[in-house]
């Protein structure tokens, strides 16, 4: 699976030879990484294409399967009922709206899984038109029809994501702004690799995977810890080198004592578009600028983005990109049956 900066992307001889601490130290380590990453080949900050999260595939069939299973549950009586077991069929899944297309390979892997053939009319990223065909499948008629939901529900929530995602990205990019957009853990239960992946394929950042991706000292950590700097002291001493520290912060005055503290990313939380204009001048005024990287996160919306986005700031994310985003509008359509089988 990708990581966020991509580093393993890199050949040895161009990546960063050494880690550091310091948030001066970590800023030049960024800046570099970033130049890399902008002018290598397989790689570039803010492309809709990159839309790669590998794992295994069997890995991600069983995940597949999962969900198909909690639909199947003891058996799909309405289609055992109705349908020959010996009916064979192609089908075609039909756009009924324009978006872009995510979930191509989820659903490729999961008919294939089921011994279903599978033809891909397009790709993950690709921008989709009304009445296009996305996919073509061949194969036993029963399997086709009880999967046909799960498949649905997986690509129009992907799509749907994806496509709210690129909207975004293209509001930032014709601003003129090089401002990332991320989205937050406020994930489906069971969903959490589907919907962060519709994310990169709709050209945005994932943000952090898992809670082992990275220390995000959030209110209630501070709260028990007694302070932000006894909280990032904590971090810095027992974890690891290889992980970011990124500090949730309220205020102004929170945002400069956790960028004094060490943290490598601060989070300005629930502020108003001048209350992160006001931190953004005290971390500018104390030399912080550039030197840690700053995100706006909480009450940002697809109306509001630019408000936020056009403070300095090099993230925002929006918990809305997966947790309210709608879905794009799909159907699978039997174009040709056979029901003898040959």
Same mark, same amino acid.
């Given at each position: 699976?990708?990581? %966020?900066?991509?580093?393993?992307?890199?050949?040895?001889?161009?990546? %960063?030879?050494?880690?550091?601490?310091?948030?001066?130290?970590? *800023?030049?380590?960024?800046?570099?990484?970033? +130049?890399?990453?902008?002018?290598?080949?397989?790689?570039?900050?803010?492309?809709?294409?990159?839309?790669?999260?590998?794992? %295994? +595939?069997?890995?991600?069939?069983?995940?597949?399967?999962?969900?198909?299973?909690? @639909?199947?549950?003891?058996? @799909?009586? *309405?289609? !055992?009922?109705? &349908?020959? $077991?010996?009916?064979?069929?192609?089908?075609?899944?039909?756009?009924?709206? $324009?978006?872009?297309?995510?979930?191509?390979?989820? #659903?490729?892997?999961?008919?294939?899984?089921?011994?279903?053939?599978?033809?891909?009319?397009?790709?993950?990223?690709?921008?989709?038109?009304?009445?296009?065909?996305?996919?073509?499948?061949?194969?036993?008629?029963?399997?086709?029809?009880?999967?046909?939901?799960?498949?649905?529900?997986?690509?129009?929530?992907?799509?749907?994501? /994806?496509?709210? #995602?690129?909207?975004?990205?293209?509001?930032?990019?014709?601003?003129?702004?090089?401002?990332?957009?991320?989205?937050?853990?406020?994930?489906?239960?069971?969903?959490?690799?589907?919907?962060?992946?519709?994310?990169?394929?709709?050209?945005?950042?994932?943000?952090?995977?898992?809670?082992?991706?990275?220390?995000?000292?959030?209110? =209630?950590? &501070?709260?028990?810890?007694?302070?932000?700097?006894?909280?990032?002291?904590? /971090?810095?001493?027992?974890?690891?080198?290889?992980?970011?520290?990124?500090?949730?912060?309220?205020? !102004?005055?929170?945002?400069? !004592?956790?960028?004094? !503290?060490?943290?490598?990313?601060?989070?300005?939380? =629930?502020?108003?578009?001048?209350?992160?204009?006001?931190?953004?001048?005290?971390?500018?005024?104390?030399?912080?600028?550039?030197?840690?990287?700053?995100?706006?996160?909480?009450?940002? #919306?697809?109306?509001?983005?630019?408000?936020? /986005?056009?403070?300095?700031? @090099?993230?925002?994310?929006?918990?809305?990109?997966?947790?309210?985003?709608?879905?794009?509008?799909?159907?699978?359509?039997? #174009?040709?049956?056979?029901? =003898?089988?040959?």
């Amino acid at each position: 699976m990708l990581q %966020p900066l991509g580093l393993s992307l890199l050949k040895d001889s161009e990546k %960063p030879q050494k880690r550091f601490r310091s948030t001066t130290a970590w *800023t030049t380590l960024w800046k570099q990484c970033s +130049r890399l990453l902008t002018n290598n080949k397989y790689f570039k900050l803010n492309d809709p294409k990159i839309k790669d999260m590998f794992v %295994p +595939r069997k890995i991600l069939e069983k995940k597949l399967l999962d969900i198909l299973a909690e @639909d199947i549950g003891q058996g @799909d009586i *309405t289609t !055992a009922l109705t &349908i020959p $077991a010996e009916s064979t069929s192609e089908a075609r899944i039909m756009a009924k709206e $324009a978006g872009v297309a995510a979930g191509i390979e989820e #659903t490729k892997v999961l008919l294939e899984s089921l011994g279903l053939k599978v033809e891909t009319l397009t790709s993950d990223g690709e921008k989709i038109k009304p009445k296009q065909a996305l996919l073509r499948i061949h194969g036993n008629t029963r399997t086709i029809l009880s999967a046909e939901r799960t498949t649905l529900n997986i690509l129009c929530r992907m799509s749907g994501i /994806a496509t709210t #995602t690129r909207k975004l990205v293209e509001k930032l990019q014709k601003a003129k702004l090089k401002t990332r957009i991320a989205c937050t853990r406020k994930t489906a239960p069971g969903l959490l690799y589907l919907d962060k992946k519709a994310v990169l394929v709709g050209g945005g950042d994932t943000h952090r995977l898992h809670l082992d991706d990275l220390v995000l000292i959030k209110d =209630n950590h &501070i709260a028990v810890a007694g302070s932000i700097e006894v909280a990032v002291k904590r /971090a810095k001493e027992m974890g690891s080198f290889s992980k970011k520290i990124e500090v949730e912060v309220s205020s !102004a005055g929170g945002a400069l !004592a956790a960028a004094k !503290a060490g943290a490598d990313i601060i989070m300005l939380d =629930n502020f108003s578009p001048k209350q992160v204009e006001k931190a953004v001048n005290q971390l500018k005024k104390a030399g912080f600028l550039g030197k840690v990287l700053i995100e706006a996160s909480g009450g940002i #919306t697809a109306e509001n983005i630019l408000e936020f /986005a056009s403070k300095q700031v @090099d993230i925002v994310s929006l918990g809305e990109l997966t947790h309210s985003a709608k879905t794009l509008d799909l159907s699978l359509e039997i #174009t040709r049956i056979k029901e =003898n089988g040959g």
